[in-house]
């Protein structure tokens, strides 16, 4: 081979090794922009909350949405008593039209939903195919207690090894909705800013996921985190996640066969309120929180103000 070839084809060998873990925006929401990204998911919840989610028109007309050119908010609503024979509160379910397989995923986040009954959810799946088509919690919890847990749902034949590089704690090992009452595979968190009152008082930070066909990894990093990457901190063109370091919760495809097990995912993000998990009554009590969770969030609406997520971008991008 003549050597100006030569010297071409170990150069573009050299790029493309390097372009494996480099991935291009493919949607950068802001503001007003999460109104064309998402649709409003006005639907009973599937995991029996004291919630009521309304649609996109009542959202705007109540502000329980509200965008700005640089967030977006979407909340709960604060300042109604309820009748425990109706309807529970007005919250909002948003999931992004668009749907992904590998990609990765940036959530640039100032806030988060805290309080007493509240289990906020930032997670992505395909509704249709649910559970065949896999479920990626990347932010969930209950009553204000953290860490955040990183979890999969998976159809049958889907286990992690207990041993993975990531600085998260492994929960249970098999990601099979039918086993363990679909507890799934669960990371806990090291990083005690990762959630609740403890994320929201030192102003967030960001969330990541990037999913492969070898692995689905979850990284965390708090606003004041030295160490957050640049490409994540500016948000937008293009990220490396080679220089992402150490995740905080990694699922890699050993015996999970990833393609297969997860389908084309929309993001969802979701707030309701007591159900399955929040309003068990000895999950609700060992949070230290007051009455029933039913009674709590019928009759506190003051204790939902700060039951709010605030944005600052979601930025999605593929290879
Ligand atoms: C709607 O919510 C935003 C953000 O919290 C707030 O700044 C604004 O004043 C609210 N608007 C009304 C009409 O309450
Ligand atoms: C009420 C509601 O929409 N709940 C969903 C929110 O998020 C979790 C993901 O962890 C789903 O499992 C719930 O169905």
Redesign the pocket.
Known sequence: MPSAIRSTFALSLAVSSVLGATYHSAEHIVGAGFYDSFNFEAIPDPTHGRVNYVDEATARST?LT?SSDDTF?L?ADHTTVLNPAGAGRNSVRIASKKAYSTHVSVFDMAHMPQGCGTWPAVWETNEALWPTGGETDILEGVNDQGTNQVTLHTSPGCTVPAARDMTGTALNLDCDTAVAGNAGCGVKLSQATSYGPAFNANGGGWYATERTNSFISVWFWPRNDPAVPADVKAGGGSVDTDNWGTPSATFPSTTCDIEEHFAAHNIIINLTFCGDWAGQAPIYASSGCPSTCNDFVNTNPAAFANA?FEFNAINVYTS
Do not use: D, G, L, S
Request: cysteine-free; proline content about 0%; aromatic content about 40%.
């Open positions: 502000n509200f908010i909340r709010f």
